[in-house]
């Protein structure tokens, strides 16, 4: 099983990244996938997710109308879009993978929002 995230960087507040995760090893479709951040100093937070059969997402409070999540499952991939990107944003951002049984972490990509 394998995660892997990228499309992290640096970038000027009010800008926009897209971050992929790409899955291998599971039945991708079969599985809810989140997208998480965690910043120095704090815990670890659920930004974004989107079920598995429906693609039904749900975003945190301080992402929504910001951020996008979206899934192809003909490859695989799971992606969130950051629009209007703020410097609280900055953190590590890790993608999961689970179902009802299992959950599958990816090593995270960094985003720092900075002028």
């Known amino acids: 099983v394998q995660l892997v995230e990228s499309g992290g960087g640096l970038v000027q507040p009010g800008g926009s990244l897209r971050l992929s995760c790409a899955a291998s090893g599971f039945t991708f479709s079969s599985y809810v996938m989140s997208w998480y951040r965690q910043a120095p100093r704090k815990a670890r937070e659920l930004v974004a997710s989107?079920?598995?059969?429906?693609?039904?997402?749900n975003y945190e409070d301080s992402v929504k109308g910001r951020f996008t999540s979206s899934r192809d499952n003909a490859k695989n991939t799971a992606y969130l879009q950051m629009n209007s990107l703020k410097s609280e944003d900055t953190a590590v951002y890790y993608c999961n993978a689970r179902d009802t049984r299992r959950s599958y972490w990816g090593r995270g990509t960094q985003v720092t929002v900075s002028s």
């Open positions: 989107i079920s598995d059969v429906d693609g039904v997402t």
